[in-house]
């Protein structure tokens, strides 16, 4: 099995930054790709990126495109997501998740953390 521990979260005003952290152990030895997903307040948990271990490629949804960026330390088996000019709407517990496949289904991902909770006021 594998353990993933998010962190990094907080309180910050739209505009600002934050990088959050997701650390994984156990058995990792092939696992394809970490994903990011969130979920706000009275919504559903939503795809924002992913990751692929070996290649780097990577995945955005739309409405986090040009503003967060998913990269990862293969040594550290480490996943960050950069997450720049925050607006309200994304204020959500973000979860990261380990897969193996390259997708945006949460069905994709079988592996998940217990969450690190973003708020960002106006």
């Known amino acids: 099995q594998v353990q993933l521990v998010e962190s990094g979260g907080g309180l910050v005003q739209a505009g600002g930054s934050l990088r959050l952290s997701c650390a994984a152990s156990?058995?990792?030895?092939?696992?394809?790709?970490m994903g990011w997903f969130r979920q706000a307040p009275g919504k559903e948990r939503r795809f924002v990126a992913a990751?692929?271990?070996?290649?780097?490629?990577?995945d955005y949804a739309d409405s986090v495109k040009g503003r967060f960026t998913i990269s990862r330390d293969n040594a550290k088996n480490t996943v960050y997501l950069q997450m720049n000019s925050l607006k309200p709407e994304d204020m959500a517990i973000y979860y990261c998740?380990?897969?193996?496949?390259?997708?945006?289904?949460?069905?994709?991902?079988?592996?998940w953390g217990q969450g690190t909770q973003v708020t960002v006021s106006s």
């Open positions: 998740a380990s897969g193996n496949v390259r997708t945006v289904m949460q069905s994709g991902y079988d592996y």
């Open positions: 990751i692929s271990w070996s290649g780097g490629i990577t």
């Open positions: 156990g058995r990792t030895v092939n696992r394809y790709v």
